[in-house]
């Protein structure tokens, strides 16, 4: 920290992660820490996660019982949730350093639709998807450049960014569904590879990408330290104008991603397609642990809360329940997410001795 003044040298030791003096009381065991965390949470997320195959289970005997099937609905649910998913990567990765993209869903659709005009088309599967990529690339540096050199609110730019590109794909497509001829593009969503579907490889994929990004890289430290403090970030040497730029680009380069795998599933595109993608990829990065105000989530969390939603839909649809019922349940699984992000404790102890305290007092 030399050449900072003395009072700002702690601030970003804490921006950059510290050492472990700074994270905690000393003798403070490592599973009540802040750095055991993100495992307490996870093992909660998967014992959610084995609730609801029990609740399946007992609503639904005779389909579990069935030789396979239950491998075959796990599949079925990794598809379901598999666009979200990488989605949700990008959104990890910008929440994570501060912001907020309420764009995501209509960049997948101007990726989607401009993806598949007849002109695009006729460059194959590699033009197809270099264009998708391209565009949710360049939208996404768009939504950085307004919003670190711009000075845009990210609430603000984002959600004119969501406008502007339905609109822009509304103007491409001519409001009209555009199919796809490509059958390398449409196989992406209907071919297997050793009884593994092709999206879930896509998932898999994008998820360790992120996860090595976000944890054993320089970018993942700088963007958990934005997050985290932003003057101190800045004071430490770190540009914050470009490398939130970068974030955005990064999220619209996976909404080119998820254009594909999208367009691939409904074998077409339209203006209309990834209508409220947004909210799921927030409400699934919230509920893996990823705090709102920034500097602190995991890829790991976020895709077990896009695969706790997926359950969901999956455990609702066979049980021929309305999408009313279902969107309110996931609400309050949201409402309560981030009850426990305000009113969480490192401990169960921790949470009664406090409450013996104040008895006490």
């Known amino acids: 920290m030399t050449g900072l003044p003395a009072q700002t040298a702690p601030a970003v030791k804490e921006a950059l992660g510290g050492g472990p003096e700074e994270q905690g009381p000393t003798g403070k065991g490592w599973w009540h820490s802040d750095a055991g965390e993100a495992t307490r949470r996870n093992l909660g997320l998967i014992g959610v996660l084995a609730g609801l195959i ?17 491998i075959t609905n796990v599949w079925a649910i990794l598809k379901l949730g598999a666009t979200v998913g990488v989605v949700a990567v990008g959104m990890t990765f910008v929440i994570i350093g501060g912001g907020i993209d309420l764009s995501v869903g209509a960049i997948i659709a101007l990726a989607g639709v401009w993806s598949t005009t007849v002109a695009t088309q006729e460059f194959g599967a590699a033009g197809m998807i270099f264009t998708a990529l391209a565009v949710g690339l360049g939208v996404g540096l768009v939504n950085g450049f307004l919003i670190s050199y711009g000075r845009l609110v990210p609430f603000i730019a984002t959600l004119a960014m969501l406008v502007a590109a339905r609109g822009l794909a509304a103007q491409i497509s001519n409001k009209q569904t555009q199919r796809t001829e490509n059958q390398t593009i449409n196989s992406i969503a209907a071919d297997s590879w050793l009884g593994v579907p092709i999206l879930v490889y896509i998932l898999a994929a994008v998820v360790i990408a992120g996860w090595i990004l976000l944890n054993r890289t320089t970018f993942g430290r700088r963007t958990v330290a934005i997050g985290g403090n932003v ?29 594909i795998m999208l367009t691939s599933i409904g074998t077409s595109a339209q203006a209309a397609m990834a209508t409220n993608y947004e909210l799921d990829a927030i409400a699934a990065v919230i509920i893996g642990g990823t705090l709102l105000s920034g500097g602190r989530g995991t890829i790991v969390g976020s895709l077990l809360g896009v695969i706790i939603f997926s359950t969901i839909t999956n455990l609702f649809t066979l049980n021929a329940l309305s999408t009313e019922v279902q969107n309110m349940v996931k609400g309050g699984i949201i409402v309560v997410a981030v009850l426990i992000q305000q009113f969480r404790f490192n401990s169960v102890s921790q949470f009664f001795k406090r409450n013996r305290i104040t008895t006490a007092s």
């Not at 029990?54 to 099937?69: F, K």
């Not at 914050?240 to 254009?259: D, E, K, P, S, W």
């Open 231 to 259: 003057e101190a970030a800045r004071l430490a040497g770190i540009n914050v104008r470009l490398h939130t730029m970068m974030l955005y680009a990064l999220a619209g380069l996976c909404c080119g991603i998820g254009a």
């Open 54 to 70: 029990v609740i399946g289970i007992i609503t639904q005997p005779e389909l579990y019982g069935r030789d396979g099937w239950w």
